[in-house]
C-alpha cells in the first residue's frame, strides 16, 4: 500500500511582534510531534511564520516588507530545515515571498514543499487572492491581499513523498477549478494552509457558516477528484481577529479523516493511503471516460442570440 503518514500543523494565533525564531521554535515543537508520531511530511498554515499583515492597511513599503522573507530558507528559517533533515521528515510552509526576479522585485503568498533530506522540491504562489487593494475604513479589519501580492501563474503538481503532490493557499480552496487543475494532472495529496476570519465584512450573514464552508469546499474538492485535502488553519483570536479552525484531513471519499479539535498549536494526523484515490479516479471520477470537456465551452442560445456560457459574446470565428 503507497501511504503517506501527513500531520496537519495547525498553528493558534502569531502576535504582530512575536519573531521569526520564536515561530520557528513552535513550528519545530509541533514537527518533533509529528515526528514521533510516525509522520512523514507536516503541513503549515498559509503565511505561518507571521501574523496574518494583510488586515492592516500600511503605506510603507519598509514596514510592508518586515513582514517578507528575502531567501528561503534564510537565517531564521534554517533551523526548521535542518531540524526536518535530521528527523526525516518533510514539511509545506507557508510565507511571505519577497522576489528578485528579471531586476525587479515581486511579492507573493506563497508555501513551499521539504522533502524529508530538507530540500526545497515544489514551490507554489497563491492564485486568487480575496479581499481588496485600498483602505476601505468601513471594515472592522481589512483584507488587503490585493494590495500586498501579486497573484501566482497556475496550479502545478509534483511527484515526491511517494505520490503526486499539489499546493493551493486560502482562497483558492474555495474554487473549484482549484482542484479540477491539479486533479487532470492526477494528484493525489492536495496540501493548504489558511488564515480564514469568522467574520466576511462583506457578506457578515455568511459568517455563522465560515466553518461549514470552509470543510465544504474541500470535501468536494476530495471527492470531485478523487484525491486527499489537506487543511491548516492558522487559528484563534489573532491581534484582535478571530480566525477559524478547522484544520483536517479529508479522503477521496470525501470523508473527514482527522481533524483538530482546538484552536491553538495541535496537530492531527492521518495514514493516507494513496491507492484510495483510485478507487474514485477509475470509477466515477475517470476523465477520461466520463468527462464531456467539448461541452464545457457550451455556447447557449438565449433571445435568439448566441452567447457564451458566461453570458458573454461569442467571439468571432
Ligand atoms: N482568507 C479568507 C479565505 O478565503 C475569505 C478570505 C473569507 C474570503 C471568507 C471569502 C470568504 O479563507 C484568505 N487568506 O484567503
Same mark, same amino acid.
Given at each position: 500500500?503507497? *501511504?503517506?503518514?501527513?500531520?496537519?500543523?495547525?498553528? &493558534?494565533?502569531?502576535?504582530?511582534?512575536?519573531? #521569526?525564531?520564536?515561530?520557528?521554535?513552535?513550528?519545530?515543537?509541533l514537527m !518533533?510531534?509529528?515526528? +514521533?508520531?510516525?509522520?512523514?511530511?507536516?503541513i503549515?498554515?498559509?503565511?505561518?511564520?507571521?501574523?496574518?499583515?494583510?488586515?492592516?492597511?500600511?503605506?510603507?513599503?519598509a514596514e510592508?516588507?518586515?513582514?517578507f522573507e528575502?531567501?528561503?530558507?534564510?537565517?531564521q528559517? #534554517?533551523?526548521? =530545515? $535542518?531540524?526536518?533533515?535530521e528527523?526525516?521528515?518533510?514539511?509545506?510552509?507557508?510565507?511571505?515571498?519577497?522576489?528578485?526576479? $528579471?531586476?525587479?522585485?515581486?511579492?507573493?503568498? *506563497?508555501?513551499?514543499l521539504v $522533502?524529508? +533530506?530538507? !530540500?526545497i522540491v515544489?514551490k507554489? #504562489?497563491?492564485?486568487?487572492?480575496?479581499?481588496?487593494? /485600498?483602505?476601505?475604513?468601513?471594515r472592522? =479589519? %481589512?483584507h488587503?491581499?490585493?494590495?500586498?501580492?501579486?497573484?501566482?501563474?497556475?496550479? @502545478?503538481?509534483?511527484?515526491?513523498?511517494?505520490?503526486?503532490?499539489?499546493?493551493a493557499?486560502?482562497?483558492?480552496?474555495r474554487? *473549484?477549478?482549484?482542484? #479540477?487543475v491539479m486533479?487532470?494532472q492526477?494528484? /493525489?495529496?492536495?496540501?493548504?494552509?489558511?488564515?480564514?476570519?469568522?467574520?466576511?465584512?462583506?457578506?457578515?450573514?455568511?459568517?455563522e457558516? *465560515?466553518l461549514?464552508?470552509? %470543510?465544504?469546499?474541500?470535501?468536494?474538492?476530495a471527492?470531485?477528484?478523487?484525491t486527499?485535502?489537506? @487543511?491548516?488553519?492558522?487559528?484563534?483570536?489573532?491581534? &484582535?481577529? $478571530?480566525q477559524?479552525?478547522?484544520s483536517?484531513?479529508?479522503?477521496?471519499s470525501?470523508?473527514?479523516?482527522?481533524?483538530c479539535?482546538?484552536? @491553538?498549536?495541535?496537530?492531527?494526523r492521518a495514514?493516507?493511503?494513496l491507492?484510495?484515490?483510485? +478507487?474514485?479516479?477509475r470509477t466515477?471520477?475517470?476523465?477520461?471516460?466520463?468527462? %464531456?470537456?467539448?461541452?464545457?465551452?457550451?455556447?447557449? /442560445?438565449?433571445?435568439?442570440r448566441?452567447?457564451?456560457a458566461?453570458?458573454?459574446?461569442?467571439?468571432?470565428?
Amino acid at each position: 500500500m503507497r *501511504s503517506i503518514n501527513i500531520a496537519a500543523g495547525q498553528l &493558534g494565533p502569531i502576535a504582530r511582534n512575536e519573531t #521569526r525564531t520564536e515561530v520557528v521554535a513552535r513550528l519545530s515543537a509541533l514537527m !518533533r510531534e509529528a515526528q +514521533s508520531a510516525g509522520c512523514d511530511l507536516i503541513i503549515y498554515p498559509e503565511l505561518a511564520l507571521t501574523t496574518f499583515f494583510p488586515r492592516w492597511y500600511m503605506e510603507d513599503q519598509a514596514e510592508i516588507d518586515c513582514f517578507f522573507e528575502r531567501e528561503m530558507p534564510g537565517p531564521q528559517t #534554517r533551523p526548521l =530545515f $535542518d531540524l526536518a533533515g535530521e528527523l526525516g521528515i518533510g514539511f509545506c510552509l507557508g510565507y511571505a515571498e519577497l522576489a528578485l526576479e $528579471d531586476g525587479r522585485l515581486h511579492r507573493y503568498n *506563497s508555501s513551499i514543499l521539504v $522533502d524529508k +533530506s530538507g !530540500r526545497i522540491v515544489a514551490k507554489y #504562489r497563491k492564485v486568487h487572492l480575496p479581499g481588496h487593494a /485600498e483602505h476601505e475604513p468601513w471594515r472592522k =479589519f %481589512q483584507h488587503l491581499e490585493k494590495r500586498y501580492f501579486e497573484p501566482g501563474a497556475g496550479f @502545478g503538481v509534483v511527484d515526491a513523498f511517494g505520490g503526486v503532490i499539489g499546493m493551493a493557499i486560502c482562497n483558492d480552496r474555495r474554487w *473549484s477549478e482549484t482542484y #479540477r487543475v491539479m486533479g487532470l494532472q492526477g494528484v /493525489e495529496v492536495v496540501l493548504i494552509g489558511y488564515n480564514t476570519p469568522v467574520h466576511n465584512p462583506p457578506a457578515p450573514e455568511h459568517d455563522e457558516l *465560515s466553518l461549514f464552508h470552509n %470543510q465544504l469546499v474541500m470535501q468536494a474538492g476530495a471527492y470531485q477528484n478523487g484525491t486527499w485535502v489537506v @487543511g491548516v488553519a492558522k487559528a484563534g483570536i489573532e491581534e &484582535g481577529v $478571530d480566525q477559524i479552525g478547522g484544520s483536517c484531513i479529508i479522503a477521496p471519499s470525501g470523508e473527514v479523516a482527522a481533524a483538530c479539535t482546538t484552536r @491553538g498549536d495541535e496537530i492531527a494526523r492521518a495514514c493516507c493511503d494513496l491507492d484510495l484515490c483510485n +478507487s474514485y479516479k477509475r470509477t466515477t471520477f475517470n476523465f477520461d471516460v466520463h468527462r %464531456q470537456p467539448h461541452a464545457y465551452r457550451l455556447i447557449v /442560445e438565449r433571445k435568439g442570440r448566441h452567447l457564451m456560457a458566461d453570458g458573454t459574446a461569442v467571439p468571432s470565428a
